[in-house]
């Protein structure tokens, strides 16, 4: 298969399949996908559309490449990402908005708190807080930044208290009736993972964040926040 063969533009109902080939190099694909849609951009025009991708299992990280490839090289805005082998829908905005976790330094001048924090002693912020144990039921968070929890989340805990939108929580896991980004409230309980011959299974860290005016919660697959100091 020849360079300009590893992606293969494809219609579906209202949007794009875009077949990448399962063994091409990752550069040599995206070099591929930027020559397609670049040959294509008249074709197109400028519009809106949701993706799929197939023939490849490809991380967030990869989509993103391949999205920005898209961008790039064509009028295309891509709004959806629809993963075939895990029929998982995307909003692209919220890939782009996965970034926050990782590029801003969200722990500068953040308040630490080296336990958890329980009933009574409230923690308030005028920046970030970073939480070295739990948010005990009934205990109370509020920050103007983000919080970031290292253990487990079951009281109340308000990010971006003066309005900031963009603030997030995340934890090890979440079991609670009051979750809160700037005047955005909300309740999220994960049941407890099962486990099998007294082995513990790894937790992955999650962030709750806001999109659209709507609580999301999303898997921080990079364990970018575990054993964190």
Same mark, same amino acid.
């Given at each position: 298969? #020849?360079?300009?063969?590893?992606?293969?533009?494809?219609?579906?109902?209202?949007?794009?399949?875009?077949?990448?080939?399962?063994?091409?190099?990752?550069?040599?694909?995206?070099? =591929?996908?930027?020559?397609?849609?670049?040959?294509?951009?008249?074709?197109?025009?400028?519009?809106?559309?949701?993706?799929?991708?197939?023939? @490849?299992?490809?991380?967030?990280?990869?989509?993103?490449?391949?999205?920005?490839?898209?961008?790039?090289?064509?009028?295309? @805005?891509?709004?959806? %990402?629809?993963?075939?082998?895990?029929?998982?829908?995307?909003?692209? @905005?919220?890939?782009?908005?996965?970034?926050?976790?990782? #590029?801003?330094? %969200? +722990?500068?001048?953040? $308040?630490?708190?080296?336990?958890? %924090? $329980?009933?009574?002693?409230?923690?308030?912020?005028? =920046?970030?807080?970073?939480?070295?144990?739990?948010?005990?039921?009934?205990?109370?968070?509020?920050?103007?930044?983000?919080?970031?929890?290292?253990?487990?989340? $079951?009281?109340?805990?308000?990010?971006?208290? $003066?309005?900031?939108?963009?603030?997030?929580?995340?934890?090890?896991?979440?079991?609670?009736?009051?979750?809160?980004?700037?005047?955005?409230?909300?309740?999220?309980?994960?049941?407890?993972?099962?486990?099998?011959?007294?082995?513990?299974?790894?937790?992955?860290?999650?962030?709750?964040?806001? +999109?659209?005016?709507?609580?999301?919660?999303?898997?921080?697959?990079?364990?970018?926040?575990?054993?964190?100091?």
């Amino acid at each position: 298969m #020849s360079s300009n063969d590893y992606c293969i533009i494809k219609s579906m109902k209202d949007g794009i399949n875009l077949y990448l080939d399962p063994d091409a190099p990752f550069g040599d694909l995206c070099e =591929s996908v930027c020559r397609k849609f670049a040959e294509s951009s008249d074709f197109f025009g400028a519009v809106s559309l949701p993706i799929m991708f197939s023939g @490849r299992v490809v991380s967030e990280e990869e989509i993103k490449g391949i999205c920005e490839c898209i961008e790039l090289n064509s009028n295309i @805005r891509l709004t959806l %990402v629809i993963d075939e082998d895990l029929d998982l829908v995307k909003d692209r @905005r919220m890939l782009e908005l996965s970034d926050n976790f990782y #590029s801003e330094n %969200v +722990l500068l001048n953040a $308040k630490i708190v080296t336990d958890s %924090v $329980k009933p009574g002693r409230d923690v308030e912020s005028d =920046s970030s807080v970073l939480i070295l144990g739990d948010v005990r039921e009934n205990a109370i968070v509020n920050a103007a930044g983000s919080i970031i929890v290292m253990g487990e989340v $079951k009281g109340s805990c308000h990010a971006g208290t $003066k309005g900031e939108t963009k603030a997030f929580v995340s934890a090890l896991s979440f079991d609670s009736e009051d979750i809160s980004i700037a005047n955005v409230q909300g309740a999220f309980h994960e049941a407890p993972k099962k486990r099998f011959f007294s082995k513990e299974e790894p937790l992955t860290p999650k962030a709750v964040f806001l +999109l659209d005016n709507e609580l999301l919660i999303e898997p921080l697959k990079n364990g970018a926040l575990t054993g964190r100091k």
